[in-house]
């Protein structure tokens, strides 16, 4: 399996910026296509974003769309999520997955997990 573990979240005011990253050890990163899911207390976790294997493919939630960027750097191991104009309902633990296809990540159906980093945006 692969090791992930996520940085990058913080504390920012509404209108603001981060860029958690997801740093992959272990099996090889560029064989599998990858996800940014967030879970707020009380809520159910649900996906942010995904990413094809060679970065071609991305897929945002609604609720993201237009201030989220998904990227990856395979030859660094590393997956990126640009988080501009940030909500206070952006609010989350924000963690990322692995996935051995693009349809499999699509379908919710992911291998490995992080621990995840937490993003607070205050109004």
């Known amino acids: 399996q692969v090791q992930l573990v996520e940085s990058g979240g913080g504390l920012v005011q509404a209108g603001g910026s981060l860029r958690p990253s997801c740093a992959a050890s272990?099996?090889?990163?560029?064989?599998?296509?990858m996800g940014w899911f967030r879970q707020a207390p009380g809520k159910e976790r649900e996906v942010v974003a995904i990413i094809s294997l060679n970065g071609i493919s991305t897929y945002y939630a609604d609720s993201v769309k237009g201030r989220v960027t998904i990227s990856r750097d395979n030859a660094k191991n590393t997956m990126y999520l640009q988080m501009d104009g940030l909500k206070p309902e952006d609010t989350a633990n924000y963690y990322c997955?692995?996935?051995?296809?693009?349809?499999?990540?699509?379908?919710?159906?992911?291998?490995?997990w992080g621990q995840g980093t937490q993003v607070t945006v205050s109004s």
């Open positions: 272990g099996r090889t990163f560029s064989w599998y296509s």
């Open positions: 997955g692995t996935s051995r296809s693009w349809s499999q990540a699509a379908r919710g159906e992911y291998e490995s």
